[in-house]
């Protein structure tokens, strides 16, 4: 009897029928080489694996190219597809140059590797296609970056068939993205590009959003390419899905963005009136709010012997702010009709607010400053009563600044509030400047430096004796500058003075 081998160099039992038993009954297929590379032994699970490969067989000419290139080339393990299964071997060396294979059937275990790359690359599209998706809040960019996503991931030529958004659209607005092309197409006619040829397979998916289906997303593959399976029709339905709920909020947005415009034109400065005798220019900025609404505001009523100002800060910012302004300034349309002076004009004001419905739920109030302008025979006579609002600045001819003390608490903010006036002459040359506390409180971005009084003063210094607009873009110019096109708080501005 010879003395057989196991895996390593140790010697078999003597028994050949026991080494039999013990090599058949592996789960890997084993086969052993004598010195000049033939095939000595094939256990139960070479035969069944690899059938070709019997007792004799010398391994680097063998019919497993994969194995026989192993072999040939001395390598130590290989990797092949045999008969619709994949292979994996290592080789190890025995006693006397002799060589023991030792395969395994990974076929099972390739695909779990396979499926879950395949998965993570699913996971990865979905997870960039939504953080691109998140980001587009118009309806053009929901629908350019869902088509652009979709190639070549999903299919050769993707297009985009979003439901009207108005019965007044004289026909359905197709935006298209074919692979290889520079960018997506609009309001196209044909829908495969020039030279695509007849489609291999095609997928109609529903945009879907809370409200229902907001178009169809198609998904078109060359004929050449495999179809969709269904792993690919549930991706695609995700993808739809998710570009579904993103098209809703960018239509959303679009009427929140119209909504407010329409609130913007109602509340913000109206042009200012002509006076007889009084020079009057205005100054506005929104706190970095691309909607441009926000809650300071100023206002001029002409009446027969001059007109009446006002200028307020609500506070709060946003829409909410911006609903307050509207009711400040509806209410002042109103009582200015019954009374024209600043200090009973705004008791009357106060009263109002509280007298609201909404009144005892709410906490807002609005610093203001109300005056009245009355021609002279040298000039404007000034009556100005202050809401707890920065005191407004007179700026003569000559380059003096002087505050004009008004002082008295917000406006809406105690039912029994206290209000204060002053009085104030102007001559030809001399400015009324009131203004928000967005001016002083601009910041300088390198180091949050206030603009402050000092630079406002110094600036009107500098315009000493202008006319109210220049005096007005000087100030602007000035607080643009020192916050560095960053952010601030709203800002309103009224310069008044007599025109000759």
Request: charged share 20%; with cysteine; hydrophobic share 45%.
């Amino acid at each position: 009897m010879t003395t057989t081998q196991r895996p390593g160099g140790t010697p078999l039992p003597a028994d050949e029928r026991l080494a039999r038993e013990l090599l058949d009954g592996l789960a890997e297929a084993v086969l052993t080489t004598d010195e000049a590379g033939r095939v000595t032994l094939v256990n139960a699970m070479a035969a069944e694996l690899i059938p070709e490969i019997d007792a004799g067989t010398e391994l680097a000419g063998c019919s497993v190219a994969a194995l026989a290139r192993a072999v040939a080339g001395g390598a130590d393990h290989f990797d092949a597809d045999h008969h619709g299964r994949r292979l994996r071997g290592v080789r190890r060396q025995l006693a006397g140059s002799r060589w023991a294979w030792y395969v395994r059937d990974v076929t099972e275990e390739h695909a779990r590797t396979d499926a879950l790359l395949v998965e993570r690359s699913r996971t990865a599209f979905l997870a960039q296609a939504g953080s691109r998706l998140a980001l587009a809040l118009h309806r053009d960019q929901v629908l350019l970056a869902t088509t652009t996503l979709a190639v070549p991931y999903l299919a050769d030529v993707a297009v985009a068939l979003p439901r009207p958004t108005a019965p007044a659209e004289p026909h359905p607005r197709w935006i298209r993205y074919a692979d290889g092309e520079p960018a997506p197409i609009t309001d196209l006619a044909d829908l495969l590009p020039p030279g695509f040829g007849p489609p291999g397979m095609v997928l109609v998916s529903p945009l879907l959003s809370a409200s229902g289906s907001a178009g169809a997303l198609l998904l078109i593959r060359r004929s050449g390419r495999a179809g969709f399976d269904r792993r690919d029709v549930e991706l695609a339905r995700e993808f739809a899905t998710r570009a579904g709920a993103a098209l809703a909020t960018a239509d959303l947005h679009g009427e929140q963005a119209h909504l407010a415009r329409v609130l913007q034109t109602s509340l913000l400065p109206p042009e200012l009136p002509v006076v007889p005798g009084v020079s009057l220019a205005g100054g506005y900025r929104a706190a970095g709010d691309t909607l441009r609404i926000g809650g300071d505001f100023y206002e001029v009523f002409p009446h027969p012997r001059g007109a009446l100002f006002a200028l307020g800060d609500v506070c709060g910012k946003g829409v909410g702010a911006a609903v307050l302004t509207g009711r400040v300034r509806q209410s002042l349309q109103t009582l200015r009709l019954v009374e024209h002076r600043p200090l009973e004009l705004i008791h009357l004001l106060n009263q109002a607010l509280f007298d609201a419905p909404d009144a005892a739920r709410r906490s807002q109030f609005t610093t203001l400053l109300l005056g009245s302008l009355d021609r002279g025979p040298t000039g404007l006579d000034l009556r100005v009563a202050g809401g707890g609002h920065p005191a407004p600045l007179l700026v003569t001819a000559d380059g003096t600044v002087t505050p004009v003390p008004v002082g008295g608490m917000p406006v809406g903010a105690l039912t029994a509030a206290r209000f204060a006036e002053s009085r104030v002459h102007l001559d030809p040359g001399d400015l009324l400047l009131a203004y928000t506390d967005g001016v002083t409180g601009a910041r300088d971005p390198r180091d949050a430096a206030m603009f402050g009084e000092a630079r406002l003063r110094a600036a009107l210094v500098a315009e000493a004796g202008q006319p109210p607009a220049a005096l007005i873009e000087r100030v602007l110019r000035a607080v643009d500058d020192w916050a560095g096109g960053q952010a601030h708080d709203d800002i309103a501005m009224l310069a008044v003075g007599a025109s000759a």
